[in-house]
């Protein structure tokens, strides 16, 4: 069965530091990575990712995949209030997105 | 932000009563999807269309069907509405079954 896990669960930080999102997955065929932000609002897209090593970068946030170690890790420096959100990682496996239950960050002024 | 709207956008009914979502795109993308989202269980896909009067189920498709007799729109019907579906309901477009856009979402209460 697909699966795809995210960790930790929730997390608390003071604004300024910074954080890495995890995301591992086991899918019968792996098509692509995605990763969204959702406030209190519907889900946003941030990043798709296709290849192994290369990073996609927007701003404070940027994402990495492994494909050999299936997991992907969403950082985001410098952080602000505004980056409190629930962070969504799914993945296309044949043409479907199995999605994560979320990490729920918070970030304290 | 991609063209999707739903409605309405806040409902509250009581069981037994059927229910009709309506989701709109402008954005002329062929794939519509609808999800349900629960705490505890992030978001799960109900059914999907790939075309006008091409659909499908998904992993939660009991007591739920879906119509789409144009490309802009894709109906989401509660049969006979259960405490259970009480639910958040998100809408979403893709062009090519792979980014999906989602709409605002309509928060759901059956009473």
């Known amino acids: 069965e697909d699966k795809v896990v995210q960790s930790p669960l929730s997390l608390v930080v003071h604004e300024g530091d910074t954080v890495t999102l995890n995301c591992s997955y086991e899918?019968?065929?792996?098509?692509?990575l995605l990763w969204y932000k959702q406030e209190k609002k519907a889900p946003t897209f941030l990043f798709m990712l296709?290849?192994s090593g290369i990073e996609k970068k927007s701003g404070r946030l940027s994402s990495i995949l492994d494909k050999k170690e299936l997991f992907s890790i969403l950082n985001i420096t410098a952080t602000q209030t505004g980056d409190s959100a629930i962070y969504l990682c799914?993945?296309?496996?044949?043409?479907?997105?199995?999605w994560g239950a979320g990490t729920k960050l918070i970030i304290k002024p | 932000d991609a063209g999707i709207t739903q409605s309405p956008r806040h409902k509250v009914t009581e069981t037994g009563t059927p229910v009709t979502l309506r989701c709109h795109q402008t954005?002329?993308?062929?794939?519509m999807y609808w999800y349900r989202q629960d705490p505890g269980h992030g978001l799960r896909l109900i059914h999907y269309?790939?075309?006008?009067?091409?659909?499908d189920k998904g992993e939660v498709s009991d007591g739920y069907s879906v119509s789409r007799s144009k490309t802009e729109d894709f109906l989401l019907t509660l049969e006979s509405a259960t405490s259970s579906q009480t639910s958040v309901y998100f809408c979403?477009?893709?062009?090519?079954?792979?980014?999906?856009?989602f709409g605002p979402g309509t928060r759901l209460l059956v009473l």
């Open positions: 296709t290849s």
């Open positions: 899918v019968t065929n792996f098509r692509s």
């Open positions: 269309s790939y075309g006008v009067k091409d659909t």
């Open positions: 954005e002329n993308h062929r794939y």
């Open positions: 979403a477009i893709s062009e090519a079954r792979e980014t999906q856009y």
């Open positions: 799914a993945v296309n496996s044949n043409y479907q997105l199995i």
